[in-house]
């Protein structure tokens, strides 16, 4: 076994815990160890709540100090660029030109929570049917924050939860997906030398069903923030209870191009969205709908585009599509393709599997009852279909278990501001595909897509008590 690997250890109340269990993470393209990362055990997950308690309870942390913070964070973030990209592309099999680009917006995420950190502000309310009395409200820390991340955008999504977290006054404990735990460990760091106090920011890494489990069974913990799989999700808020929840889970994201779109234009950005990190993005283009009479036009120009990604290793600046998290992914959007293909779906381009690297693929003549059609696919493959009238359209974007955002190329302006009241979903970006976020806007979706809104001023309404205070002056 080689030895010039990373050894990382855990972050628990302001100091670094070895463990003699250790999860070994990959570089995803040559497969080659990349770090052994430290494991909690029980007794470190309790240690880490009671110093997260601890710090929540005697460890001030006022307003001016969390905009310090977040906001020197931010800047060590930007000078430590080429070293976090490099990491997401290696344990994470992101291509190098979008890990730096997942870097940018991670510092441009610190900063919006830091500004945000100085307008959490109560409110006077007015006081009819309250005569003699003085109302207003004022916003508190909510508690112990528990945030399990995934592994398709290991800072970005990290920063969102904490973030927000350390801006509205809460400490926070970080479960990141183990397989690309390192850059959450390196982001520790980062905070540490930001002077984010002790408590306030701990790393357990461990499997959902120990440390997870743990995390959530324990009621010191005042609220979970979740980015994941609609099953794991429904399982965490049976647990809690009454305890609150952020849940951004699955989509099989839409796009409608119809027929009076810049066809070519829309095609051009589908191929690149349905693509990116793999498609393991939870609003990867996966479901196209196209006007009939511009459906010949929209797949010739999908299938050229697609046809020019360079698939490969992330390390390379020509890269447009790494490999996926691992070979068992691969194998299943395989296996779900072949079975697309077995009931009459037809394969564009794509549908090869090279160890865990899955080619881009485009389908046609896809129904619903497939798993291409109906699961999250998580991977480099998207369906196109037909559509005669826009009412069929949104029907078939709508008739899905999921809801988080969906895109339409239109250049009627009527029908673009009718179509948010129409699409059951939590986000509709007009003229673009689903893919678009921008990280200061309100991110979340309905139905089995989660609850909740991230972006960091609408997540820390959801990390703050509101507390009315009545003020009798007539005694």
């Known amino acids: 076994m080689q030895s010039n ?10 100091k670094w815990i070895e463990t003699e269990e250790t999860h070994q993470v990959y570089n995803k393209y040559t497969g080659e160890l990349y770090a052994e990362i430290a494991l909690a055990d029980e007794e470190i997950v309790d240690r880490a709540i009671e110093k997260a308690v601890h710090a929540h309870k005697q460890i001030d942390f006022p307003v001016e100090q969390r905009y310090e913070v977040l906001m020197r964070a931010a800047e060590l973030l930007q000078q430590n660029q080429e070293s976090f ?3 997401i592309a290696i344990e994470g099999g992101k291509p190098i030109t979008d890990a730096k680009v997942e870097v940018s917006r991670s510092v441009s995420t610190l900063q919006i929570a830091a500004m945000e950190a100085k307008k959490l502000v109560g409110e006077i309310i007015p006081n009819y049917n309250a005569a003699g009395r003085f109302l207003y409200t004022v916003k508190k820390p909510v508690g112990v924050v528990a945030a399990i991340t995934p592994f398709n955008f290991p800072l970005n999504l990290v920063v969102h939860k904490v973030g927000p977290a350390l801006a509205a006054g809460n400490p926070i404990i970080i479960k990141p997906a183990s397989d690309t735990a390192t850059t959450t460990v390196k982001l520790c760091a980062l905070l ?17 069903r120990t440390v997870g489990e743990q995390l959530l069974n324990d009621e010191r913990i005042a609220h979970y923030t979740f980015t994941g ?5 429904k399982h965490i808020q049976q647990t809690i209870g009454l305890r609150k929840a952020t849940l951004e889970l699955g989509s099989n994201s839409a796009t409608i191009v119809h027929h009076d779109a810049d066809v070519a234009k829309a095609a051009t950005k589908v191929a690149k969205m ?15 709908f196209v006007h009939e009479t511009v459906k010949e036009a929209f797949l010739e120009t999908l299938i050229n585009e697609v046809s020019r990604l360079k698939v490969g290793n992330p390390l390379d ?17 395989e296996q779900w393709v072949e079975e697309a293909v077995a009931d009459g779906a037809i394969v564009q381009i794509g549908g090869k599997r090279a160890g865990n690297i899955f080619y881009p693929t485009v389908l046609t003549n896809v129904k619903k009852g497939m798993k291409v059609v109906d699961e999250e696919a998580f991977a480099p493959v998207v369906s196109v279909s037909p559509y005669e009238t826009i009412e069929e359209a949104i029907g078939l974007v709508n008739d899905s278990k999921y809801g988080l955002q969906a895109g339409i190329y239109t250049s009627d302006l009527n029908l673009s501001y009718q179509i948010p009241y129409l699409l059951d979903v ?7 595909t689903s893919s678009f976020r921008a990280d200061q806007m309100p991110y979340g979706g ?20 509101t507390v009315t205070v009545v003020v009798n002056l007539e005694e």
């Open 426 to 432: 939590g986000g509709v970006i007009v003229n673009d």
């Open 229 to 233: 799989s609609p099953a794991v999700g």
């Open 192 to 208: 540490e030398e930001a002077g984010v106090p002790s408590g306030y920011v701990q790393c357990v890494v461990g499997s959902g």
């Open 5 to 14: 690997f990373l050894k990382e250890r855990l972050f628990i109340g302001g």
């Open 274 to 288: 349905a693509n990116v990190n793999a498609g393991q993005v939870c609003i990867s283009v996966q479901r196209v």
């Open 446 to 465: 309905v139905k089995e897509s989660g609850n909740g809104k991230e972006g960091p001023a609408y997540a820390i309404q959801e990390l703050v008590e």
């Open 85 to 87: 990209a490099e990491t």
């Open 317 to 333: 600046s020509e890269t447009n599509v790494g490999p996926m998290i691992s070979e068992k992914e691969a194998i299943r959007i």
